[in-house]
């Protein structure tokens, strides 16, 4: 079945970097994109990041945009966000989730599968 | 960029009411909606996409509708288990805004 894991989650000081990974299985991997999502604590859903299925367009939030990167790894089915210039704002749990792409519509960009997220605290 | 409201901030209903959450976006988006269910402490889950089309596996006691910049979610009758916060979020184009949510409690 679907799965996606992400990994990576840390404590790091502001301006610090992170890479999180979020390693997927059970689809094939060229043919769908990839959102990332993250979670404050106590709070709501943020959209952060989406990289179209063949990895030529990348999105982002205003919020990450300069600081955050895409990338993903073919050969491993693995998907990437580097994290540059941390703040104590992006800490929270960070979801990657697989868009469904094939829904009948002319867009099905919404996000069918979740990983199970990953921490990442920002604090001196 | 498209915002997204939704309302109520939160509720409480007794298990069997009828349930309705609306979600406004800040331009017509057609109906490219999704529904997101998100039981405390848990990953968050995909209820309904195209406005009112339900995934597979969700209980047809929930349901959507609207199109344009006005959209509904309905539980037709409240379970326990239907405690969660519920956002919508619109997929017509980045950014991929979500709404602030809406907490369901019994």
């Known amino acids: 079945q679907v799965q996606l894991v992400e990994s990576g989650g840390d404590v790091v000081q502001p301006g610090g970097s992170l890479r999180l990974s979020c390693a997927t299985s059970a689809f094939t991997f060229n043919t769908y994109g990839i959102h990332w999502v993250r979670q404050a604590p106590g709070k709501g859903l943020e959209w952060v990041a989406f990289?179209?299925?063949?990895?030529?367009?990348?999105y982002f939030a205003d919020s990450v945009r300069g600081r955050f990167t895409l990338s993903r790894d073919n050969s491993k089915n693995t998907h990437h966000l580097q994290m540059n210039s941390l703040r104590t704002e992006d800490t929270g749990v960070y979801y990657c989730a697989k868009e469904n792409r094939f829904c009948g519509g002319a867009k099905c960009y919404f996000l069918d599968f979740w990983g199970q997220g990953t921490l990442i605290t920002v604090s001196s | 960029d498209i915002q997204m409201t939704q309302s109520p901030s939160s509720l409480s209903a007794s298990v069997g009411d009828r349930v309705t959450i609306t979600c406004r976006a800040s331009?017509?988006?057609?109906?490219?909606l999704a529904w997101y269910q998100q039981k405390p402490g848990k990953v968050p889950k995909l209820l309904i996409y195209?406005?009112?089309s339900l995934q597979s596996g969700v209980p047809p006691r929930f349901s959507g509708s609207g199109s344009g910049t006005d959209f509904t979610l309905t539980i037709s009758s409240l379970q326990p288990e239907d405690v969660a916060t519920y956002y919508c979020?619109?997929?017509?184009?980045?950014?991929?805004?979500f709404g602030p949510g809406t907490k369901v409690d019994i």
């Open positions: 195209a406005a009112s």
């Open positions: 979020q619109h997929y017509n184009g980045a950014p991929f805004t």
């Open positions: 331009q017509g988006i057609t109906n490219y």
């Open positions: 990289i179209q299925f063949d990895g030529t367009n990348k």
